[in-house]
């Protein structure tokens, strides 16, 4: 039971334009939103984060949206870099510790210069 | 910047062994974690720690699997007989309190034979 769905596998964007990364989940008790960024042999790396009571966060080049009657959050990477390539994954808690995430399957972004 | 570090990067064991992985989380952090990645699979949550007790561990935290803080810097996971389907990166992390992200480590590659 998948409740957190990331259903593109890959994304290729040219570098410099916008990377839209995005993410379903099931469970309407999730109240707080992670993107991570993953390289290989590496751990994830937290990226930014969303609450529920929000339906945008920017921090500089990253942008989350989050449509919660739609159970849709977005991740916008804009201008996308090189640098960004890597496999990005949303991850979903509710109640409680925030640490206790739901990860999707990850999207892997290759940034073409 | 502080990070958490795990201990070994890379751990061989015989099916059946007793595996003991490391980690040492942020130093004001109170929440911990175990998450583990089969290969090719997402990451998955195995549980929590707070307050020198579980406070939630997942269906993957069998009997096998123990969890210690046995002195007030490491954070270790023991698997006490291991399986091959044990073969996995596992995944330290951390929080400050309930509701802030959760830092990873650079994770374990365990590899049971």
């Known amino acids: 039971d998948q409740q957190v769905k990331q259903n593109s596998p890959s994304l290729s964007v040219q570098e410099g334009r916008i990377s839209i990364l995005n993410c379903d989940y099931t469970?309407?008790?999730?109240?707080?939103f992670l993107w991570y960024k993953k390289y290989p042999a590496e751990g994830p790396t937290f990226l930014i984060s969303?609450?529920?009571?929000?339906d945008k966060n920017e921090d500089g080049r990253f942008t989350v949206f989050l449509n919660k009657s739609a159970k849709h959050l977005s991740l916008h990477i804009v201008p996308s870099q090189p640098g960004d390539s890597a496999v990005y994954f949303c991850?979903?808690?509710?109640?409680?510790?925030?640490?206790?995430?739901?990860f999707g399957k990850g999207t892997k972004l290759s940034v073409k210069p | 910047e502080p990070e958490v570090t795990q201990t070994p990067s890379h751990q061989v064991t015989q099916m059946g062994q007793e595996v003991i992985l490391r980690c040492v989380p942020i130093?004001?952090?109170?929440?911990f974690y175990w998450y583990r990645q089969i290969l090719g699979q997402k990451v998955e949550f195995l549980v929590s720690?707070?307050?020198?007790?579980?406070?939630?561990k997942s269906e993957i935290f069998d009997d096998q699997f123990s969890v210690e803080r046995p002195d007030g810097s490491n954070f270790t996971l023991k698997i006490r007989s291991t399986k091959l389907e044990d073969s996995a990166m596992y995944f330290c992390?951390?929080?400050?309190?309930?509701?802030?992200?959760?830092?990873f480590g650079q994770g374990t590659r365990l590899t049971v034979v």
């Open positions: 992390a951390s929080t400050r309190d309930a509701n802030t992200e959760a830092f």
């Open positions: 469970n309407s008790m999730f109240d707080y």
């Open positions: 969303i609450s529920s009571i929000k």
């Open positions: 991850a979903a808690s509710g109640g409680g510790s925030q640490g206790n995430l739901i």
């Open positions: 130093s004001n952090h109170l929440y």
């Open positions: 720690f707070y307050n020198n007790e579980i406070s939630e």
